[in-house]
């Protein structure tokens, strides 16, 4: 793609991101192009090809529900472009001597959609549900180290900790833990979004689309656009033609080859590499994945560079677990980096399954366009080591929800990388982690990484840790890692001021504008 504007994946930054303890007088998240040419004004139309499943941020995993929710709400703490923790609707926070009290100070004068005031309140609200299990909030274990939340007076809070925690800053800024009202429901915020986010909902057609509009008393600066609309049509290369006659103007692609046939003269196309991961995910505690020798066997089978070719053009990098820049695993630390079938069928016969193994696999169509062609090749590889992927495609509203409720043997799956490991991991591979039971693995060395891995503030010495949570869940393959890949996002020639980002949220809607 000749035009692209393509950074590498070493040249991400993690600076500040887990280790941001102590922030006062900070600003919020801005972009190099406040300064652009763009005009107030205008409505965007932005093609996806699926429908947010939730409307609800403490529960959302979609990744089209995600960045539809990132718009409506604020969190506490916030990644700017680089992904350096930043403040949001706290606007600074300071960490005790000890590690164990953080008080945030809150920004004054932040209303929700319907008006009503933000406050102390509604953080303890928020930061007590989320924690609280009975909410079933996909971030849960992102407070693990957190005993007490005290709404010390109107704009103070003050969070008690079990142990000092590295990670608490960046965990904060997911949406999954938005900060709602205190008078609110998850029923009623279905139905009626009610944010501190730069917009507010609109409207809404089911299927069809989802449309906000800009939040006049937003706390920051005010959005340029009136309206954005999230326009569902059901493939990228009907976006493209729609970007092609004009009545799309930005559209986030993931298969390259669509990409390429999106640029054009009224379109250009920037290349992000992102943090998220394509993974064959394997539920360690079904039928013959519970021995781990079948779960080796399956990991020596794979090519991983043969399914980023097929899948992706070779638009990417094979990876390991972790993606964090600062953190990042190396790919050829796993017992087979090359494609090893000798060594396939050793573990298989380690496992008295000489005559192979058949393992359930659950593919989404529509949430991301190269999830077909990645099954289609792990299905042809392991085909020749004598295991029987039988795939079972389904939508993404119906993936979500399998996955969400572990209900598969094996998940081909694009999962959301974040710059700290811990936000990643923890609660995935802990034996307290609130999706364990997606991941279908952990153990008591992996609770005990995950632990050091919080309480250790020294930035070399939490690489250290956080090597050995990668070492462990590759010798013991919970899942098998396969490539990182780029994000292409197209925009008409008249839209300005948007900001691609490695984490692949829509952040900076708020920035952009119509030329």
């Known amino acids: 793609m000749s035009t692209a504007r393509r950074a590498s994946f070493g040249a991400l930054t993690a600076t500040g991101v887990a280790l941001a303890l102590v922030v006062t007088g900070c600003s919020a998240p801005a972009s190099d192009s406040d300064s652009s040419e763009g005009t107030a004004g205008g409505d965007l139309v932005i093609g996806v090809t699926s429908d947010p499943d939730t409307l609800f941020p403490w529960k959302a ?4 529900a995600v960045n539809v929710l990132q718009n409506l709400y604020g969190t506490l703490t916030e990644f700017d472009e680089e992904l350096n923790v930043v403040p949001g609707l706290a606007e600074s926070w300071e960490v005790s001597e000890d590690g164990l009290t953080v008080t945030f100070t809150l920004r004054e004068g932040v209303t929700f959609a319907d008006g009503s005031t933000f406050g102390s309140e509604d953080v303890k609200y928020s930061l007590d549900a989320i924690a609280a299990e009975e909410t079933a909030a996909v971030a849960s274990s992102s407070l693990a180290s957190v005993t007490a939340v ?3 007076d109107e704009n103070t809070v003050t969070l008690t900790l079990s142990a000092p925690d590295a990670a608490l800053p960046a965990n904060l800024a997911v949406i999954n833990m938005a900060m709602l009202s205190s008078d609110d429901t998850e029923e009623a915020l279905n139905a009626t979004p009610n ?5 507010i909902l609109e409207d809404r057609t089911a299927s069809q689309s989802i449309t906000l509009a800009k939040n006049e008393d937003y706390w920051g600066d005010t959005a340029l656009l009136d309206t954005v609309e999230f326009r569902v049509i059901p493939d990228e290369s009907s976006i493209v033609s729609a970007m092609q006659s004009g009545n799309v103007q930005l559209a986030v692609f993931n298969d390259p080859l669509v990409a390429q046939t999106a640029e054009g003269a009224n379109v250009e196309v920037a290349t992000t590499p992102q943090l998220s991961y394509h993974a064959l995910q394997l539920n360690a505690t079904r039928g013959d994945l519970t021995d781990v020798n079948v779960r080796l066997a399956m ?11 097929t899948a992706a053009l070779g638009e990417g990098e094979v990876t390991g677990p972790i993606t964090s820049p600062a953190y990042k695993s190396d790919p050829d630390a796993r017992p087979c980096p090359e494609r090893d079938l000798d060594k396939a069928a050793e573990y298989l016969k380690k496992a008295g399954k000489e005559d192979g193994v058949t393992v359930n696999t659950i593919v989404s169509q529509g949430e991301y366009a190269t999830s077909v062609n990645e099954a289609q090749s792990l299905k042809a590889q392991l085909a020749e080591a004598n295991i029987t992927l039988e795939l079972e495609v389904l939508e993404s509203g119906a993936f979500v929800d399998r996955w969400i409720a572990a209900d598969f043997d094996a998940a081909v799956a694009l999962n959301g990388g974040r710059p700290d490991p811990d936000g990643m991991y923890g609660r995935y591979f802990t034996s307290t982690g609130n999706l364990n039971q997606v991941a279908g693995y952990s153990s008591p060395e992996l609770d005990a990484l995950f632990a050091e891995g919080r309480e250790t503030a020294d930035a070399e010495k939490r690489k250290e840790i956080y090597a050995q949570v990668s070492e462990n869940l590759e010798d013991n393959a919970a899942w ?11 925009t008409a020639s008249n839209v300005d001021g948007f900001v691609p980002m490695a984490n692949g949220a829509l952040q900076y809607l708020r920035t952009t504008s119509l030329k």
């Open 195 to 199: 944010g501190t986010g730069a917009f």
């Open 61 to 64: 995993t979609q990744f089209q």
């Open 299 to 309: 990991q020596c089978a794979i090519d991983r560079q043969e399914v980023l070719d």
């Open 480 to 490: 098998i890692w396969l490539f990182t890949s780029y994000s292409y996002t197209a």
């Open 150 to 152: 005290e709404a010390t």
